[in-house]
Each structure stands twice: as C-alpha cells, then as structure tokens.
C-alpha cells in the first residue's frame, strides 16, 4: 500500500467514524448496539441477497422505530461480499474495530475463513441454513451459531417426510438424490446414505456439475430410467427452476419431490416457468413462507405509517422471511444480553451468552420453536413443508425434526474429530 | 525514486547488472524499509493492517502469474487452481504431520510447480488462445479432483481447518503478527524475482516471450525454459494457496475458483505485464479499489440517494465503478500502472531542466 492510500483510508474511516457518532448522539436515549452485516446483492447468489437483507433491515428499523430494545438502537451495518472471501475478511476486521457486538456472516466460504477469528475475538456469527455443519455443537464452536437447520438436518428431515407421504415405511422403496456437485450438495449425503441403510431404502444419487445450468441427463434419468418413489432435490442457482421444469415435462409428479431449503425459493418457482408448472412441489423452509404472519403485517403496517408502499422485495417471501427472521433472533440475542450486562451495553460475550438463553422462540409462527442452549447452537434443528398450490406456499407439515438422535450424534462426533485436528 | 542521475558512472558489467545501480537507491530501500517495518505497524489500525495483508498475499500471487505470462508470455487462467494444490497439500501436510510452516510453505509451492509442469506440456504445441484454454480446463480439473476425492479434501465439506502459524511457539493472530508474518514471504517474492529477471533463466523467458523461434535459434531450449516458467509461476502461486490457507485459517476450494484466477489475471494487466513494480501496483489497486468505492460511496452517497437506496445501489456501483476505473486506467496507459509511475518519475528526473 502506498503512504496516498493509507492516507486516503485513514480519512475516509475517519470520516466513517466521525458518521457513527453524531448518528448515535442523535438517534436514541441509550446509544447504538453495532451489528456487523454481511450481504450478497451482487455475486452468483445474488437472488437470495436481494430479497433477505432488506429483510433485516426492515425488521430493525421497525424495532428501532418502536423504541429499539430496551432503549438501544440496533444499527446493522451492511456490506456486500458478493460471495467472495476476502472483503468478508476486511469488513469483519471493521466491523470489530468498530464496536460491533456480533456479525451476521454470509456464504459457507465465508463463514469457514471467519470461525477463527470469530473465536479468537470471541465474537458472535450467524450462519443460518448454511456454514459448518458440524458448528451446530457450540462445544466445538461457542462462537458459531447457524441458529436454523443445517444440512444435516435437512437431509434427514427430507427422508422422514418422504417416509411419511409413503405411507409409514420406506422398506423397499427407491429414492433418489439430485445435488448440486459442490462440497455444500455433498453434505446431507452421509446422512441420507445412513439412513438408506437403517431403513432400508435403495438410494440413487444424481450429480449436477457447477454451474448447473443443464440438468437434463439427469432429469431424464430419475424420470424415464431409475423412476423413485422420491426425489430429494439439493441443488443450488439456476437449476432448481430447471429441474423442476424437468420433471415436470417428463411427467414426474411434483408432489413426490422435496427441496432442500435453498431451492425452495419464489424464485425457483417463477424460473421454472411459474406457479402453474410447479403444482405440488414440496419445498423445506427453516422460516415460514408466505404473507401471512403477525410480524410480516407488522412490517407493512410500520411502511404505511411512514407513507410508503411495502417494498417490491417482499412479494419473494421465502428469502425475506429469512431475513426477517436472522434479524428477529438477533435482536432477541441482544435483548437477552442487556439482562446479562444489567441494561449497560453488552459485550460480544454477552450477546453469545444471549445466544445460548434463546428460548421457544416462535415469532408469531414465522419460525419454529427455537431454543438455542450452549451445546445446541442449531436451535433444534426444525423445519416445515410447504407445498406450492395455486400460486402461494401452503403448509403441508407442521415444524418437525428427522432422525433427530442420528443427527445430533453425527454433529458432536465430526465437531470433535474438526476440533481435535486443528489443535 | 526521485533522483538525479549525474556523476554515475559504471565502470563493469557486475556494475551495470547490481540490483541497486544508483547509491541513492540503497537509501530508498532503507527508508521504504523503515515504512514498512516501523511505521505502518505503528500508524495501522487493525481494520487497515487486515487491507493490507490481504494486499501482501495478492503481490506474492501476482509475481508469479507475471513471470509466466508477462515475462514468458505463457497464458495461464488456471492459476486458481494451483493455489488450491498448495494450499490442501501444505494443509494435509499441517494436520496429518503436525508440519510447522517453514516446511509446509515450500511443500505447498513444489506439489503446485509439479502440477504446473504437468498442465505446461501442452505449451510446448499450442499458443495464445488455446493454452488459455487448456489451463481453463486444468482449474477445472483440479477443483473436481478436490471436490471428489476426500482423502485430499478432508471430507467434511471439502475444507481442511489449519492451527495458526507459529514462531519460536507463538502463535501468529493478530493482524500485526501476521503482517511480518507476509510481509517476510511478500519481500522475499520480490527479491527473488527481481534476481530471476536478470539471471540466465529470466533473460531465457523474455526471448521467449519477445520472439520463441528466434530464441530457439540462438540456442534456448523452448520446452525447457517454458516449463520452468509455469514450474516457478506455480510455485508461487501454491506458496499464494498456503498464505491464503495460514490467513483464513482453513483450506477450501471454493476460496480459489476461476474468479479469482480471472481477478489475479487483471491484477497484472492493470499493473503492467512483465514487471514486479507493476504485479505490486495491480494487486494493490484490485484489493484495495472496491473497498475505497464502497467507504466513498457509504459516506458520500447518501447525499445524492436515501440510505435505503445507498444499500440496494453500492454493491452495484462498486461493480461499475470497479470496471470503469480499469478500463479507464487501461486507457490512459495501456502498458499499465507501472508505466504510469515510470512516466511521472522520468519528468521528475530531471526536473526542472527537462531539455
């Protein structure tokens, strides 16, 4: 770095700095909790992005609006990644030097180059629905929570709700497996291998090699040549919506596949060529889908107030409500750990302390029970069907865990094999 | 630097050929020295040391993917992949045998020169376009052997967690530690580099790169030396994989797609093909620039857009501002910043009686 750039930066953070504190003098009685917010609205995962980080920051505004949490504000202080590692890195450093009590992280990726430095500082990072799997043991990882369902869990939700919709038993049964062939579409794989074993299913995966833009050898082969009784469906991008698209021209029906969450998307759906040729499509979500929650009329009411329509991203609900629902824990942390600080600003140990006191929390039902513990930092592990009928996510099951026990089991034994490695 | 030529005479070849042929140079190097070891640590917040180590392994990076397609002239976008070869080889390596880093480092840097010797054979027949093709399908290849084959990859979502590196038993964390840390590896490119260049093998590689079939006549063995190129070019950027693997902490693929062999390729472009000035000028500048955009923007954009506005249009801006700048740099200088700097300090030099 040459003495002008150094010279530049240190202007421009101290002029960042010089914004932070007349913001705080002005805004609240207490003063400001920073949180530190990574976000993809540019990248390849850019459709998730665009819809969930609004999200958050239209359920803080409407917490801070609302008097904050005990009288803090909450500033979300968000920064594009773009699915890339090393602005996560640099923007983790800021955010710390900053003052930020935790960091919500973005991207598996980036979520493994931060872990170290997240437990190191001792600072918290949420990771929901993607990240580690094995962090959901906060023995092994006190400063990670992925505080929704990992991929473990989903996989083994996804084979107890095909076990259900077949009737009670699956003995016999063929399954089959499509995925996105990257590390993240490999991870539910040893566990739905076990359980082809316990249960005694036949199980045929299907790879879908990056970018994952043609799908239809594979399609082809689950619906003219192996034909299961289920599909399960983790893939990532654009093929969701062409896999969908591809089973429904080969005359498979839709009602017999189930999505893992991150191809459970409205976008997927309109990708695929709309509501009308996705019918019966089973899609897993870690927070409720659809319009039709207390805190999501909340939010609209909180933008008529102010006189403006409800933004446009809202109509994605699937990611939204994701959004809504990482902020929601958030703050929920951070009002657990004003206890624990005595109403004086928390530390980044407290708010993880906060973490681990999250309990039964619902949100109106826009997510499931949540109850995070020090060894349990998935929050249980929950997920719900939806199933697209008419044009809307309608709820097939009601928030459940698979397989539970073999899950939990695999999560402390590969946590503990990953924590005695790197020592 | 800025410095005044006159009353310098050489009088040998050793002379002509030193690294430093002005006295005053020592000087510069002393002084840059002094910056770099005394006062960006003192002066640098953490958040600033954290930009520039990020800065430091890129330079390591882009001197070697320069000396292979600056220098030699070969094309590689492939070099992505040689980082993830050093940086699972030195993982492994760091976690099965307990290797420290002075071990694991080099052992990264050779597993990728092996590798690179591999994908260079095709150099040999095929040129330009095609070998950039061929080294496409190298990444490729090598982040599906990754992906696929667990006993390389750890098994559990193809990521290997690595200790920090440690010195005399301490443990390197802090941004400032790990400064020095990179700084060592960062200068230590360089100097070798600089030496490379004007040894019998780096004037092998810029006859190659200026006219092949006129070096073959004189006598340079082209496979040979074309070989070499990639073998040294991976080398670095395997030693590239293992400081990104220390930096993170974890090895991963995903950290060393094709947009990073693509970015690493700008780097060089925007610097100056064929000079280590130059790779250090680019990798700063593709570092650094999205991050200046964005704080630019953050502060100084909700004056034109609502905060609301300023959140949905940086990330695009600093995408478009990103590419504008570089196309605008190209403009101005098409042989890159390095020329740009060698412009200014040629009128300086002999300001102000410039006839």
Request: some cysteine; overall charge positive.
């Amino acid at each position: 770095m040459t003495p002008r750039s150094a010279r530049f930066l240190t202007l421009a953070l101290g002029v960042a700095m010089a914004a932070a504190y007349t913001g705080s003098a002005r805004a609240a009685d207490k003063g400001t909790i920073l949180l530190g917010m990574q976000c993809d609205r540019t990248g390849p995962t850019q459709v998730v992005g665009t819809a969930l980080c609004p999200g958050t920051h239209d359920y803080i505004d409407m917490i801070n609006a609302q008097g904050g949490v005990d009288g803090w504000k909450i500033e979300a202080d968000e920064v594009d990644n773009a699915y890339t590692v090393p602005p996560a890195i640099a923007e983790y450093e800021r955010a710390k030097q900053q003052g930020a009590v935790g960091v919500m992280v973005y991207g598996t990726p980036q979520t493994e180059a931060l872990n170290q430095r997240l437990e190191q500082d001792k600072i918290p990072g949420t990771s929901p629905g993607f990240g580690i799997a094995a962090s959901a043991d906060g023995k092994y990882y006190p400063y990670l929570f992925p505080i929704a369902a990992n991929y473990w869990s989903q996989g083994a939700a996804a084979v107890q709700f095909a076990k259900q919709q077949l009737g009670g038993s699956l003995k016999g049964k063929k399954i089959a497996y499509i995925f996105y062939d990257n590390p993240a579409g490999h991870e539910p794989l040893p566990v739905v291998e076990q359980l082809s074993k316990d249960e005694g299913f036949t199980l045929q995966t299907f790879a879908v090699p990056p970018p994952g833009v043609d799908v239809s050898s594979q399609v082809l082969a689950i619906a003219q040549q192996f034909r299961p009784d289920f599909v399960i469906d983790h893939t990532f991008g654009k093929s969701p919506a062409l896999v969908i698209k591809g089973l429904q021209q080969n005359g498979y029906p839709l009602d017999k596949v189930v999505a893992l969450v991150w191809a459970s998307g409205e976008a997927d759906i309109l990708g695929a060529g709309g509501w009308k040729v996705a019918q019966g499509y089973n899609t897993m979500q870690f927070a409720g889908a659809g319009e039709n929650y207390p805190v999501i009329n909340e939010i609209k009411a909180f933008y008529k107030k102010a006189g403006k329509a409800p933004p446009a991203t809202m109509a994605s609900t699937v990611y939204y409500n994701r959004g809504v629902f990482q902020a929601a824990v958030w703050v929920a942390a951070v009002k657990n750990a004003l206890k624990l600080s005595n109403g004086k600003k928390p530390t980044p140990t407290d708010v993880a302390k906060g973490f681990e006191m999250i309990k039964d929390f619902k949100l109106g039902g826009l997510v499931p029970p949540i109850t995070i513990s020090p060894t349990d930092h998935e929050g249980g592990g929950w997920v719900r069907i939806f199933q697209v009928k008419g044009e809307a996510f309608v709820p097939k099951t009601d928030w459940f865990r698979g397989y539970r026990d073999l899950v939990v089991a695999k999560e402390a034994k590969i946590a503990e094999q990953m924590a005695q490695k790197s020592n | 630097m800025f410095h005044s030529e006159t009353g310098v005479f050489k009088t040998s070849y050793a002379a002509d050929m030193a690294l430093y042929p002005l006295p005053v140079a020592r000087w510069t190097v002393a002084a840059l020295a002094a910056v770099f070891l005394v006062g960006v640590p003192l002066l640098f917040t953490p958040y600033m040391m954290t930009l520039l180590n990020l800065v430091l392994i890129a330079v390591v990076g882009a001197i070697g993917l320069n000396i292979l397609v600056g220098s030699t002239g070969q094309i590689s976008i492939g070099h992505g992949g040689f980082m993830s070869v050093g940086a699972y080889t030195a993982a492994n390596l760091i976690v099965r045998l307990h290797l420290p880093f002075w071990l694991a480092i080099p052992a990264g840097g050779l597993m990728a020169a092996l590798i690179g010797i591999i994908v260079g054979i095709p150099s040999l027949r095929i040129k330009g376009i095609y070998l950039a093709v061929a080294t496409l399908a190298s990444q490729f290849i090598i982040e599906w052997t990754i992906n696929h084959v667990t006993w390389i990859s750890g098994g559990i979502e193809a990521s290997i967690q690595v200790p920090p590196p440690s010195v005399f038993g301490v443990k390197l964390v802090t941004p400032t530690a790990l400064y020095f840390f990179l700084l060592f590896f960062a200068v230590l490119a360089i100097v070798a580099t600089l030496n490379l260049m004007r040894s019998r093998i780096g004037r092998a590689f810029i006859a190659i790169r200026d006219q092949d079939i006129a070096a073959e006549i004189i006598g340079i063995n082209i496979f040979k030396y074309k070989l070499y190129a990639f073998a040294i070019s991976s080398f670095y950027a395997g030693v590239t994989g293992v400081l990104y693997t220390y930096y993170y902490g974890i090895a991963n693929y995903e950290q060393f797609g094709i947009d990073v062999s693509i970015n690493y390729l700008a780097m060089i472009i925007i610097g100056g093909l064929g000079s280590v000035l130059g790779a250090i000028f680019g990798a700063a500048f593709i570092t650094l620039l999205p991050e200046a955009v964005r704080l630019f923007l953050k502060h100084y954009g909700s004056m034109v857009f609502s905060q609301d506005a300023v959140l949905r249009i940086v990330p695009n801006m600093q995408l478009i501002l990103f590419g504008g700048l570089i196309i605008f740099f190209l403009v101005v200088e098409p042989e890159g910043l390095n020329r740009l700097w060698r412009n200014i300090r040629n009128y300086f030099r002999v300001w102000p009686f410039s006839y």
